[in-house]
């Protein structure tokens, strides 16, 4: 997968990886938008996604809960963790009283 130069960064919602992977049930085309920006993302790198270890767990757990395949959940957190970024940032949220 090709990085190049200076590309968007950014985590993607569960709810999309949740579409996405649903887009490539069998080997069939391609047919929502998540399933083109995880294709796009897959074959071009067309942006860096960022992950955490919670990210990542989330991810997992609601793949899981929502049965898809335990070879599948493993193939897709192996590649995050193989092909994503890394972020250590941790962002507080300011509580309002």
Known sequence: MGRRGKQPRGVIDTSVLVAGVAGFKSQRTVENPSASLLRDW??????TWLVTEAIVSEYKGVLTRLGVRRNLVGDIINLLREEAARSHRKRRIARSE
């Open 42 to 47: 897959l074959d071009d790198g067309i942006f």
